[in-house]
């Protein structure tokens, strides 16, 4: 397992990192998702992502409670603040009361007294940013957290937010969460390059675009028994296009020729952006860590990014 820097901070997190969303505290048992996470640690990786929101605090608990066993200053770990917890009309967003009461829950939920990372899961129209900023730097000051994040920000959100804190001086955000992938590709053009500006790292999300660059869905074939396709998932449904099948077929043979899955070829090819610290993968089996962490370290040679660029360009 290779480690890179997270931004511009000194926190090395693991290429590939271990997501809980959809998976524990949801439809895989307890059992299977503490397997993982003991998987993914053997494995080498180092960097554990969960939510408050995931399953209402179920998954913060799972992960908590497989984390116990392992020396707290092994590995990092993140959860987030934004989503309904309650049904009273302060249990969302990101108001400093939300806030507050749920990083101690989540901390609870965890059984932990800090977390490394804590993510504003989504921005927050209705609450002033600096409320929100400051909040988080209070956190950080009582040491409840050790760095913010951001997940699923504009470029122009962020900026504000960078520039806002430099100004009030405030601890800043190191760490923004997007969803990208191949077939996903919105935060080349803008959101890398402010980024890279202000020190900020990337940790991605759903980088097999749920699955579809495994290339277990085919077209003309019904998806698997079992499978998010399968139980007509809405999101995923948009993903299995024609369009999106003709080029994973397509990229099936650019991994073969590199010697790779296609898993392992989609996971490499968005570590090959220098501003990306880790890749969040899901696992429902021990065994799926085993094949998607040998991306790690992997450089794709120029001719296959060509001829990767041309497919997906297409």
Sequence with gaps: MQYRRLGKTGLKVSEISLGSWLTYGGYVEEQKAVASIDKAYELGINFFDTANVYMRGEAEKIVG???????????????KVFGKMGDGPNDQGLSRKHILEQCDASLTRL???????????????????????????DLVRQ???LYIGVSEWTAEQISEAVHLADKKLLDRIVVNQPNYSMLHRNIEAEIIPVSEKHGIGQVVFSPLAQGVLTGKYKKGEQAPAGSRAAQKDLNLSRLLTDDNL?????????AAEEGLSLAQLALAWILRQENVASTLVGASRPEQLEENVKASGITLSKEALDHIETILSV
Excluded: N
Aim: net charge positive.
């Design 65 to 79: 409670k497989a984390l116990r066993k392992y020396p707290r200053s092994s590995y990092v770990l993140a959860t």
């Design 111 to 137: 059984g932990l007294d800090y977390v490394d990372i804590y993510y504003c899961h989504r921005f927050h129209q209705e609450t002033p940013l600096e409320e929100t900023l400051r909040a988080l730097d």
């Design 143 to 145: 040491g409840k957290i």
């Design 246 to 254: 003709d080029k994973v077929e397509q990229l099936k043979s650019v």
